[in-house]
């Protein structure tokens, strides 16, 4: 396997169009895994807090609408 720095060096030698792409690649997948992330905390109650503190807001007047 390659090291971090293996990699690193290879990367900037990289056409500025492969560059690109492989910029895409790692954007994609970190928003695929903060997907997977989100869906897992979600089915696992982490996130109720967050409802119920809007409900909250929104029975005390505070929540507005956008």
Do not use: C, H, V
């Not at 910029?23 to 903060?34: C, N």
């Not at 997907?35 to 507005?64: C, H, N, P, V, W």
């Amino acid at each position: 396997m390659l090291t971090a720095e293996e990699i690193k060096k290879s990367i900037i030698q990289l056409p500025e169009k492969e560059y690109r792409k492989l910029r895409k690649w790692f954007s994609e997948r970190d928003w695929e895994e903060w997907d997977k992330k989100i869906a897992q905390d979600t089915q696992a109650g982490r996130l109720d807090f967050l409802a119920e503190e809007a409900a909250r807001e929104k029975k005390s007047g505070m929540l507005r609408n956008l």
